[in-house]
């Protein structure tokens, strides 16, 4: 059903998405679609969750080999950034959910960890409290986004955020900044 409703939101948009059409496209019943979701804002959601999967698992599996950690964490921050330029269907159904921030994290916390984790244990990277420190990364990644898609003013975004977020990880400002910058 993810994947009839994707195709749909592709090639309609959200606002037509109608859930008799994504259980006929995924040839089940009405029935099965109310046993997986509770409502067609659910399922938007978990379109955005399996997309935002997705493009995790490519981030992670194509960030370049680089003995600093904080370099990985960066390019990945802003891959994610760049989703208000790169898919801005998927980044405006993200934004505009109701609970993005629980969306985002969920999808991409995961595997966020798993990129800033390295940088952790070896010091170069630190934060008192890394819940604590995703919930803020998270929800500036939504603002940012949105920020993108609502002003047009793309470039730059990613890097300013991935910028911030070294920071905000103990990484000296100008050598975030330099970081932040390097090509993708």
Do not use: C, K, W
């Not at 370049?64 to 960066?74: C, L, N």
């Not at 998927?90 to 993005?100: F, G, I």
């Not at 629980?102 to 390295?118: H, Q």
């Not at 920020?147 to 920071?167: C, I, K, P, Q, W």
């Amino acid at each position: 059903m993810i994947a009839a409703a994707r195709e749909i939101i592709a090639r309609d948009g959200v606002g037509r998405l109608r859930i008799t059409d994504v259980t006929d496209s995924g040839g089940v019943g009405r029935g099965s679609f109310y046993n997986h979701f509770g409502s067609r804002e659910d399922l938007v959601a978990a379109v955005v969750s399996d997309s935002l999967e997705r493009l995790a698992v490519r981030t992670v599996a194509d960030l370049p080999e680089h003995p600093d950690p904080a370099v990985a964490a960066s390019a990945s921050d802003r891959r994610f950034i760049r989703i208000a330029v790169d898919d801005p269907p998927l980044a405006r159904l993200l934004v505009n959910l109701a609970h993005s921030d629980d969306v985002f994290l969920a999808a991409v916390g995961p595997f966020a960890r798993r990129v800033l984790e390295p940088g952790l244990a070896s010091g170069r990277l630190f934060v008192p409290d890394l819940d604590v420190a995703m919930a803020v990364l998270g929800g500036g990644a939504i603002a940012t986004i949105r920020a993108v898609l609502s002003t047009g003013a793309s470039a730059g975004a990613d890097s300013a955020h991935a910028e911030m977020m070294l920071r905000q990880f103990g990484v000296p400002p100008a050598e975030a900044a330099e970081i932040s910058r390097l090509p993708l």
